[in-house]
């Protein structure tokens, strides 16, 4: 398997554009998370989902982020509009559901 | 508190110990983790311990808990210099269903 791929690696942007990010969790994984490291706050759990379904989205920080599982090998985060505090790097990781998390390699977002 | 804690920084010679300490917040969360970053890169999984056990040794690698304080410690055997990465604390905690709870990780410095 090839882990969990994300795309874009980096991706630059202005303020107030729509950034889409990918992830395609490994297979056979019900559950996938997105985290969001910064320097300032460390990683920070943003959403997850079990079985496509999202379980919890209260680290989510603003309306301006959403995120979809429309199956069990796709998932994305949405932000929109953008704003120059969001730039971090954002990953996501994939579990069977017994604890071990596997990362992906991660977006670098810089919102300009 | 709310946050599982690490020391910030650790600086130690080619060839010494490393111990890198962690303090958690759930007693019931089943296992514990840790990750180790590179520049540049996503994390990936050390070692990790399940609750009940007091000491876990793997190769260069020693874990120990402490469920009475929380306290959660890696030790490093024979330190080489590509063992200078970020090294993350989780848990996993049974309110936050299957997602890990990061801590802000310890950047692992080592000189020859």
Known sequence: ?112 | GEDVEQSLFLSVREGDSSVINCTYTDSSSTYLYWYKQEPGAGLQLLTYIFSNMDMKQDQRLTVLLNKKDKHLSLRIADTQTGDSAIYFCAEQRVVAGTALIFGKGTTLSVSS
């Open chain 1, 1 to 112: 398997d090839a882990g969990v791929i994300q795309s874009p690696r980096h991706e630059v942007t202005e303020m107030g554009q729509e950034v889409t990010l990918r992830c395609k969790p490994i297979s056979g994984h019900n559950s996938l998370f997105w985290y969001r490291q910064t320097m300032m706050r460390g990683l920070e759990l943003l959403i997850y989902f079990n079985n496509n379904v999202p379980i919890d989205d209260s680290g989510m920080p603003e309306d301006r982020f959403s995120a979809k599982m429309p199956n069990a090998s796709f998932s994305t985060l949405k932000i929109q509009p953008s704003e120059p505090r969001d730039s971090a790097v954002y990953f996501c990781a994939s579990s069977t559901g017994q604890g071990q998390a596997f990362f992906g390699q991660g977006t670098r977002l810089t919102v300009v």
